[in-house]
């Protein structure tokens, strides 16, 4: 299966921009994804971006790709308290539909 | 109009007993997961079933065992529930043919906790 890794923990000022980088060892899936988790709240499939693609914008949310560095990041502009949670890469194994997700990384929010 | 439900919501149980969680979609998926997410929030897949395999993560205990009455359903059944087995378990379901077919929604989670 593939391996996932994430950073634990970021911090970020209220209207800054937070990004959240995940990197993976092998795959030849055709989405790589994240999900959101609240406190306390299952996962809530966050975007996805199709592996033949660099970038995927959608509003304050902004994907990027690169494949040849398998390399995966999450950016949120102007973050708000809201956005305070935990955020999973998840990237489906090699030929296959499961899903391996990173550890996750929380995202504090001071306002 | 809930996709991915789970029943119940909390579960706390002594060490020993025998327990199951519930899980139902209405999406019309084929495929359906359970995941184990540790104290740490570290979520790792324990089974993938639809109607034509089982996957086990051989890390699962066999103590573990899912069961699928239909399409809709996957339920969980533990047997002598160990102290270990606190966690928050989480079901998924995924259209594994379609174009984003590997997408997958998850339900609300079942919080159990053993003493």
């Known amino acids: 299966g593939e391996d996932v890794e994430q950073s634990l923990f970021l911090s970020v000022r209220e209207g800054d921009s937070s990004v959240i980088n995940c990197t993976y060892t092998?795959?030849?899936?055709?989405?790589l994804y994240w999900y959101k988790q609240e406190p306390g709240a299952g996962l809530q499939l966050l975007t996805y971006i199709f592996s033949n693609m660099d970038m995927k914008q959608d509003q304050r949310l902004t994907v990027l790709l690169n494949k040849k560095d398998k390399h995966l990041s999450l950016r949120i502009a102007d973050t708000q308290t809201g956005d305070s949670a935990i955020y999973f890469c998840?990237?489906?194994?090699?030929?296959?539909?499961?899903?391996?997700f990173g550890k996750g990384t929380k995202l504090s929010v001071i306002p | 109009d809930t996709a991915v439900s789970q029943t119940p919501k909390y579960l706390v149980t002594q060490m020993g007993n025998d327990k199951s969680i519930k899980c139902e979609q209405n999406l019309g998926h084929d495929t359906m997961y359970w995941y184990k997410q540790d104290s740490k929030k570290f979520l790792k897949i324990m089974f993938s079933?639809?109607?034509?395999?089982?996957?086990i993560n051989e890390t699962v205990p066999n103590r573990f065992s899912p069961k699928s009455p239909d399409k809709a359903h996957l339920n969980l059944h533990i047997n002598s529930l160990e102290l270990g087995d606190s966690a928050v378990y989480f079901c998924?379901?995924?259209?594994?043919?379609?174009?984003?077919?590997?997408?997958?929604?998850f339900g609300p989670g079942t919080r159990l906790l053993v003493l």
């Open positions: 998840a990237v489906p194994w090699a030929g296959s539909y499961q899903l391996t």
């Open positions: 079933y639809n109607n034509k395999e089982l996957i």
């Open positions: 092998d795959s030849s899936s055709t989405y």
């Open positions: 998924a379901s995924s259209q594994v043919r379609g174009l984003a077919g590997e997408t997958q929604y």
